[in-house]
Each structure stands twice: as C-alpha cells, then as structure tokens.
C-alpha cells in the first residue's frame, strides 16, 4: 500500500442561520465532495483561491472541523471518528503547520515549551530527555540552542515558520499538513523554507499535504496537485500534467497569475492574462448560478484526471 491517506466524498458544509429563531435557512458548502489520496513520502498540493475550500480540508485532516459527510482513511480506519483517531493515536502521526506563525505559536510561552508540548502529549520524557530532544529538533531545522528559552517574537518570520516545523516534527509524524506555510514570508526566505522541509521530507520519509493559494510556490514542492474551485477540485494531475498542459481555465487562470521575472515579454504575458481572465469570466457566467454551487461537472472538467460527480478520479 503506498498512500498514507485517502479522503472520499468529503463534504464539509457550515450551516448558515438566520431569522428571530436562529434557524437553519441554508449552508456554505465549503467542501462539496471531494476525492484524493496522498502517498507515503510524496507531496500533495492543494491550490485554489482564498475561499475555495483549502484550509477546511486540510483541518479536517487533521481532525480540527467535523466531517459532514465522506471518509478520511488512514491505515484503513476512517478518522473522522474521533474515538478511532484516539485509538490509533493519529493526533501523533498527523501534524499541521500553519501559515501566521506569530498567532499558531503561543506568545507567552518559551521555545522549549512550545516545542515539547507534543512531546508532553504523547511521550513520558524526563526533564532532561526532553531537553535534549527539544535541542536535536532545534539543531534539524538550523537554528541555534540559545533559542530555548527565547519567546516567539524574537525571532524573525521565516525562524518561527522553522520553530513551527520542529513543533509539527517532534512527535516522529508521519504526515504534514502544511496550510500557506510560507505565504506570509519574503520571497528568498520562502525558498529558504521550502528547501528545509524537502530536506528534512527526504530524510525522514514524511509526506506532506501543502496548501497553497499560488501555483508559482508548490510548483518545487508536489508530485501531484488538486485545483480547487468553491469546494470542488475542477482538475487534478501530476506536477508536469498541471504546469505543462492545463486542461481547466482556472488552472490556467492561477498559471497566469504567476508572476514572470522575464521583462522582455511583459506585454505578450499581460495580453496572455487578459484573455485568460475574458475566458474565465465567460465560464464562471455559464455553468455556475449566483450561489456559485450549481454547475455542470461534465462540462466543467475537461481534464487529464477529473473530480466526477460523486467522487472519484476517472
Ligand atoms: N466556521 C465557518 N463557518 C462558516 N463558513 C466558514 C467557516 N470556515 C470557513 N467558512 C467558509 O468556507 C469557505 C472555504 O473556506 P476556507 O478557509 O477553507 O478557504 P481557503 O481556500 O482555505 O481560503 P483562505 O486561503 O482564504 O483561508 C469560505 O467561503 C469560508 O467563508
């Protein structure tokens, strides 16, 4: 078996509610039915603009926003059951990285509790075990001992997006969800950042789901990409598959939106990009309503590997 993770059918819809008695009245579908399967050591990304439902799925992987309807199986059991994910001790295995490291790692604390809170969770360390495997984590993701006993707005972004990664790594995880890890970072060290977790990805076999909003930055990062559109994927493929022949004018709408350092062709690529986006607005007006859910999948998903109705890669 070569996939670490499976997700089928997975729905995740928030109940909006209105009205003097707080009823009901309808649903953001956030996650409408949605099929994928990451392999074990190998990158899967997860692109689609704010609100497509990227950071909802990769939450739910993690267990943080309850399932409306679908499964999530890792080593055959379906952990949307959270006494299953107890069982299994999968809060070990699958760890998150979130993109604002100055709100996911808490202020008040030093490095050496935020790093070994895992550790206190699900390993009985003494004190000075626990020290020491707080310091081998520090040393894995470059940074200095003296950062023990520092607190997290001494450092800059890219040196707590690393104390992020010695956090989510210090249980020995066996998967990553990594929303927009790098987003909020200056370009060089975004490549600084990504090029230490592919490192620390090889030598310990890791598999990584990475979400992100621009296909210009999972492009090093995945073997294989979802392009997700209002809670749907509208095309799925290999690294090569997306970036050399997008099949969906969305995918090709994210492509163009990839910023070219290459200035001799600035008007060939805007000309490009406008009658992208011309397309794309067409599209959007003839198979999606003003709620945005009802469309044609059919007619939608002319792709190398389709997300079908009810699920599924063709
Ligand atoms: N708790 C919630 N209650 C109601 N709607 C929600 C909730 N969380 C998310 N949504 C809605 O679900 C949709 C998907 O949100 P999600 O955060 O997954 O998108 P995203 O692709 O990750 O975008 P971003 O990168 O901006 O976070 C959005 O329309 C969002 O407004």
Do not use: W
């Not at 993770?5 to 309808?26: A, E, Q």
């Not at 909802?56 to 309807?69: F, H, P, R, S």
């Not at 997290?152 to 989510?168: D, I, K």
């Not at 992100?212 to 997700?228: E, Q, T, W």
């Amino acid at each position: 078996m070569s996939e670490i993770l499976t997700i089928k059918n997975l729905k995740i819809h928030y109940p909006i509610r209105s009205g003097f008695f707080n009823r009901v009245t309808d649903h953001v579908y956030a996650v409408d039915g949605v099929d994928f399967m990451i392999e074990k050591g190998k990158t899967y990304g997860l692109v689609g603009e704010s609100g497509s439902g990227k950071s909802t799925t990769g939450k739910a992987i993690v267990g943080l926003e309850k399932v409306t309807d679908g499964a999530i199986y890792y080593e055959d059991q379906d952990i949307t059951n959270p006494s299953i994910r107890r069982k299994i001790n999968y809060n070990r295995d699958v760890q998150m990285i979130f993109q604002d490291s100055m709100s996911s790692l808490n202020p008040k604390k030093r490095v050496l509790d935020i790093i070994a809170e895992p550790l206190r969770n699900f390993e009985k360390l003494s004190v000075q075990e626990e020290k020491k495997r707080v310091k081998e984590l520090l040393d894995i993701v470059g940074m200095p001992e003296d950062a023990l006993y520092k607190y997290p707005h001494e450092f800059s972004g890219g040196q707590r997006q690393r104390l992020g990664v010695a956090r989510a790594v210090a249980t020995n995880p066996k998967l990553i969800v990594a929303d927009e890890p790098v987003s909020a970072l200056d370009l060089s060290v975004q490549a600084q950042v990504l090029n230490f977790m592919k490192r620390i990805q090889e030598e310990y076999g890791l598999s990584y789901l990475f979400i992100s909003h621009d296909l210009g930055v999972v492009k090093h990062m995945c073997d294989n990409i979802a392009i997700m559109h209002k809670g749907r994927f509208v095309e799925i493929g290999s690294r090569e598959d997306i970036y050399n022949d997008p099949r969906h004018i969305y995918t090709k709408r994210l492509l163009s939106a990839i910023p070219k350092i290459d200035v001799r062709h600035r008007d060939e690529h805007k000309k490009q990009r406008l009658e992208v986006e011309r397309e794309y607005r067409a599209h959007q007006k003839d198979y999606y309503d003003e709620t945005g859910r009802v469309y044609d999948l059919q007619k939608i998903t002319p792709t190398h590997q389709v997300a079908e109705k009810d699920g599924g890669a063709k």
